[in-house]
């Protein structure tokens, strides 16, 4: 495959790995993702998808930092009242 200086969305999603159209979109509406429009077709610049790429790259586990994002940093609040004591009822004779 030669590089080229745009692509496609299509071409876009196959050079990021295959992600979803929704992704793409996604990625290209928060602004992490470049894009041009010609005529009435968006394309993406080669450039924009190197640096997203260089943008995403981790050494960080994501199994690791999701398990870490479930552990409590802070014991719970305390309840702002008491509960009240159950007693036994006694019957009426």
């Given at each position: 495959m030669t590089?080229?200086?745009i692509y496609?969305?299509?071409e876009a999603r196959e050079r990021?790995?295959?992600i979803s159209r929704s992704s793409i979109y996604q990625i290209l509406h928060t602004g992490e993702l470049a894009?041009?429009?010609i005529g009435s077709r968006r394309f993406?610049?080669?450039?924009?998808?190197?640096?997203?790429?260089?943008n995403s790259t981790t050494t960080t586990s994501p199994a690791l930092t999701a398990a870490r994002s479930h552990v409590p940093t802070r014991p719970p609040a305390a309840l702002p009242f008491k509960p009240?004591?159950?007693t036994r009822r006694q019957g009426i004779r």
């Open positions: 590089e080229r200086d496609s969305i299509d990021l790995g295959g894009s041009i429009v993406i610049p080669a450039a924009a998808i190197a640096r997203l790429i260089a009240a004591l159950r």
